[in-house]
């Protein structure tokens, strides 16, 4: 499996950015994937997380309400919709697959596949 992030930029506190995860390989729907986040200085960080079929959702408490995770398996896209920025929400962050197919977690360690990270700064 191979992950690309985007939709990542520079935007100020309380807009909204939609992050897109590209997949590629046809075991996409078959696997529970993940956001994470790493600002500097910082360990990576759980975000959210959604089972294969999308029908789970899990997130930290620190986005929910503000975030939300959805997947298009025909279009091998996850999502991550982030509204109500904060300045504290700057990181690059990281889509992953977890190709264990067991339950959904959010462990850093599970994810095996990581794309290479979008940049998102919010500025106060």
């Known amino acids: 499996v191979q992950l690309q992030a985007s939709g990542g930029g520079l935007v100020q506190t309380g807009d909204s950015l939609r992050l897109s995860c590209a997949a590629s390989?046809?075991?996409?729907?078959?696997?529970?994937m993940g956001w994470f986040r790493q600002a500097p200085g910082k360990e990576r960080e759980f975000v959210a997380a959604i089972s294969w079929s999308g029908g789970s959702t899990y997130y930290a408490d620190s986005v929910k309400g503000r975030f939300t995770i959805s997947r298009d398996n025909a279009k091998l896209t996850m999502y991550l919709q982030m509204n109500s920025l904060k300045p504290e929400d700057t990181a690059v962050y990281y889509c992953a697959v977890d190709s264990t197919r067991a339950a959904v977690t959010v462990h850093v360690y599970r994810y095996d596949y990581w794309g290479q990270g979008t940049k998102v700064t919010v500025s106060s």
């Open positions: 390989g046809r075991t996409f729907s078959r696997y529970n």
